[in-house]
């Protein structure tokens, strides 16, 4: 289903829409990017913040810690209230002391919105100190959002841990978010506009690439094998369109070299065929005609009574002989060149009944759904295919079944339509594809050129002949012709 729908549509609109949904991912992508950058950013600014506080805080500590007469833990528990008071105010910045083993020491007083009283550190953050050897480690809480904590082993002046260091911060972010607000603003503004002008930018590039497709897809569309003009020509085409316009033309070339030969090679066999059937046709009655000479110049004697009787059947023989042969050039001679058209205004009514009086009307039925269908058409060819049709319609029913034929007339905005019904024998199976076919013939006599000559008459005038039958109980020929 998918692929159905795919095939519908044009190549215009898959560059259009590839176009568009380039941008919009590209869109997406910068603006993803530009979020990854600012957090990457925000917590790089924060990480360093922590870092330059936990150095001034370090180097405060260790400038009491350095002229301080006490040794080990004994420095941290000596340290004055007011001398931690008085560094937290200092570095603006609260924090704990902690012995090694992670016992709370001593603490700042600043006011603060969390609760950072803490007797103990988590045994896990001790251990981490002592197994990995590290001096410092900072843990993201996952309870309060922004807030962090780092640890950090302060030491002596022998380098000596002597205690931890907890310091606490909290990622004020409210001025970033009002900046990034406004910087997803304006690159929102700048987006939407880079996709306004993309979408008109790809519109008319689809239609740009698209054009000598469009011109090479008409022009194969008035292609026919009978012009000699079918070459395309466009002006400054891509390379790819290039070779293949060169392609086409190259073919076209090569298509009517064949066509001529084709041709050729069609008009010589048609005039071998045509030439074998004359001259079977004319065979046909030359026969007879010798026959009769042969036994007339046997039988002739001047002195019989009955001399100007024979001589009279005689030329009756022949005259009847040169007839037949005269009636066949003359359908060859049809058949090779319909005559040419001499359109009128015809009422269909009063030429059709015109057509049928020369039959028995006793067993043909005339009857149509208008009194008055006019077209344009030759009389003189529609009365001749009508009178063809009816005759093979007559010769049709076997000689034991009483004929009737039944001829009707039907009117439509356009077109007119006659339908020709007998009650014969019908048509085979087998000859069904090969009725209109010139030289096809069911009768004994006859050159098989009647119904082949009604189906170029038709063909001319633009119309159309199709039928339908039924072994044993008839056929019907419906003929469609154009009024103008």
Do not use: C
């Not at 870092?51 to 400038?63: D, V």
């Not at 480690?137 to 002046?157: M, S």
């Amino acid at each position: 289903m998918n692929k159905m729908k795919l095939k519908g549509i044009s190549l215009r609109f898959r560059i259009f829409i590839f176009m568009i949904l380039m941008v919009a991912v590209s869109s997406i992508l910068l603006t993803a990017l530009s979020l990854i950058e600012y957090n990457y950013q925000s917590e790089y600014y924060h990480n360093d913040r922590l870092e330059r506080k936990e150095k001034q805080l370090i180097l405060s500590l260790n400038y009491v810690i350095e002229n301080s007469p006490f040794d080990n833990s004994d420095i941290i528990k000596n340290i004055s209230d007011s001398k931690i008071d008085e560094i937290s105010i200092i570095q603006n910045i609260e924090f704990k002391l902690y012995d090694l083993d992670g016992n709370l020491l001593k603490n700042s007083d600043l006011e603060s919105n969390i609760d950072l009283v803490e007797l103990k550190i988590p045994s896990y953050i001790v251990e981490k100190f002592k197994n990995e050897n590290i001096d410092r480690f900072v843990e993201n809480n996952i309870d309060v959002k922004n807030y962090k904590v780092a640890y950090d082993i302060l030491k002596d002046q022998n380098s000596n841990p002597i205690g931890i260091l907890y310091i606490p911060y909290f990622e004020f972010d409210f001025l970033n978010d009002d900046k990034l607000n406004s910087i997803l603003y304006s690159l929102g503004f700048v987006l939407l506009n880079i996709i306004i002008i993309s979408t008109f930018f790809a519109y008319f590039l689809s239609r740009y690439i698209t054009k000598p497709l469009f011109q090479i897809s008409s022009r194969l569309k008035l292609t026919k094998l009978s012009q000699t003009d079918n070459k395309i020509i466009l002006k400054n085409p891509p390379k790819e369109l290039a070779e293949l316009v060169d392609s086409y033309n190259l073919m076209i070339d090569e298509l009517e070299d064949s066509a001529v030969k084709l041709a050729k090679s069609e008009r010589e066999s048609a005039w071998r065929e045509m030439a074998k059937q004359v001259a079977h046709e004319i065979k046909n009655p030359l026969t007879p005609m010798r026959l009769t000479i042969q036994s007339f110049q046997k039988k002739f004697n001047i002195e019989n009574k009955n001399i100007n009787i024979k001589v009279d059947e005689f030329s009756k023989s022949l005259i009847q002989q040169i007839d037949v042969m005269s009636s066949i050039a003359g359908a060859f001679s049809d058949f090779a060149k319909m005559p040419e058209q001499k359109k009128e205004l015809l009422n269909l009514n009063e030429l059709i009944e015109t057509a049928l009086d020369i039959f028995d009307n006793q067993f043909i039925n005339f009857s149509y759904d208008s009194n008055e269908v006019l077209a344009n058409l030759d009389k003189s060819q529609l009365i001749r295919v009508l009178t063809n049709l009816v005759k093979n319609a007559i010769q049709s029913v076997p000689k034991e079944r009483d004929p009737i034929i039944d001829v009707f007339l039907s009117n439509t905005t356009t077109h007119a339509i006659i339908k020709i019904s007998d009650n014969g024998s019908g048509i085979d199976e087998e000859i069904k594809l090969k009725i209109f076919e010139p030289r096809f013939t069911t009768k004994s006599s006859g050159m098989g050129l009647g119904l082949s000559i009604i189906s170029n008459i038709i063909k001319s005038f633009g119309g159309t002949i199709e039928f339908e039958t039924k072994m044993n109980m008839g056929t019907t020929f419906t003929i469609t012709l154009p009024k103008n």
